[in-house]
């Protein structure tokens, strides 16, 4: 089982750290790995349900709250891992902030979780714990559709205030959904559930770091095409502007040919500029769609009882 265990995650990790500089399954080296891992992911599922004494014993998925709070746990924090992989790099690369400046506007993330914990500790004996559950995903969905609005016209203020929406969400999805998760896990369960759940949790924030580079270098192609569709000679729009910034860099003491040149570069930037900006907006947008999809699933969890767990 350990055997197993270790190739699965050794070869799946490498593959989702290097999957994207490697273009994925175009790679026959990723696609190695990716087989490699898929025939060790089996193995030790077939191998831990067969052995009388399992690594992981697998059958605590047949609790009902455990399955569906882990796959909650699972894909909240691999959102959350995405969305924190990916504001330092919209901040550095488009706004112009430096490490420091970008590590000041993702801090107050922790005020989020503060204010959330103060909430979900007042409320745990009135409330049901699913609703807080249901009520955490929502206000994580909402910070993740306030990042899709940003442009790049944002002050610092437009990127805490989505943090700290983010934070009070994230914890008061994480408090609520761990303790409805183990509160039918029997005592002598509890060591091997925790280890499963961990287990799965890390593999799936791995995920969500791994599509950070995946989600922005996919749609900004998709957005780029559809911005290079509009930059052409029939779009009266597009010739305007040339012109004018032709004539700029002439009155710039530019020959016209230089100029033309000139003018042609400063809009393939601003386009690589925008379709990055799209991506990152869209990437934002797709997460919070996948928390909307996930709010079903809470509904799925059976009631817990106030005082257990």
Not at 69 to 82: D, M, S, V
Not at 221 to 227: E, F, G, I
Not at 240 to 255: R, S, V
């Amino acid at each position: 089982g350990m055997l197993f265990l270790i190739l699965w995650i050794a070869s799946f990790q490498v593959m989702v750290d290097n999957g994207q500089k490697n273009g994925w399954f175009d790679s026959s080296y990723i696609c190695k790995l990716g087989i490699t891992s898929l025939i060790a992911f089996i193995a030790l599922i077939w191998w831990e349900l067969r052995t009388k004494s399992p690594l992981l014993d697998l059958k605590i998925f047949k609790n009902w709250n455990f399955t569906f709070g882990t796959i909650i746990l699972t894909i909240t924090f691999a959102i959350a891992y995405g969305t924190i992989a990916i504001l330092p790099q919209f901040l550095q690369r488009l706004m112009g902030y430096t490490s420091y400046l970008s590590g000041l506007a993702a801090g107050p993330m922790g005020v989020g979780s503060v204010m959330a914990v103060i909430f979900t500790g007042a409320t745990t004996k009135i409330m049901d714990l699913r609703y807080q559950t249901f009520l955490g995903l929502t206000i994580f969905a909402i910070g993740c559709f306030m990042f899709s609005e940003l442009n790049l016209a944002i002050a610092i203020n437009n990127v805490i205030i989505p943090n700290i929406v983010l934070g009070a969400g994230l914890t008061m999805v994480i408090i609520p959904t761990t303790t409805i998760l183990f509160s039918t896990v029997k005592n002598t369960e509890m060591t091997n559930a925790s280890s499963v759940q961990n287990l799965i949790k890390n593999v799936g924030c791995a995920v969500g770091t791994s599509s950070v580079g995946v989600f922005v270098s996919r749609f900004s192609q998709v957005h780029q095409t559809y911005l290079v569709d509009r930059l052409n000679a029939l779009n009266t729009s597009f010739a305007a502007k040339i012109g004018a910034m032709t004539e700029t860099f002439m009155h710039l003491g530019h020959d016209i040919a230089t100029a033309q040149q000139m003018a042609h570069i400063s809009i393939y930037q601003q386009l690589m500029q925008q379709s990055t900006l799209s991506a990152f907006m869209t990437s934002y947008r797709t997460y919070a769609i996948i928390v909307v999809c996930v709010l079903p699933l809470v509904f799925l969890l059976k009631k817990v009882k106030q005082g257990e767990g």
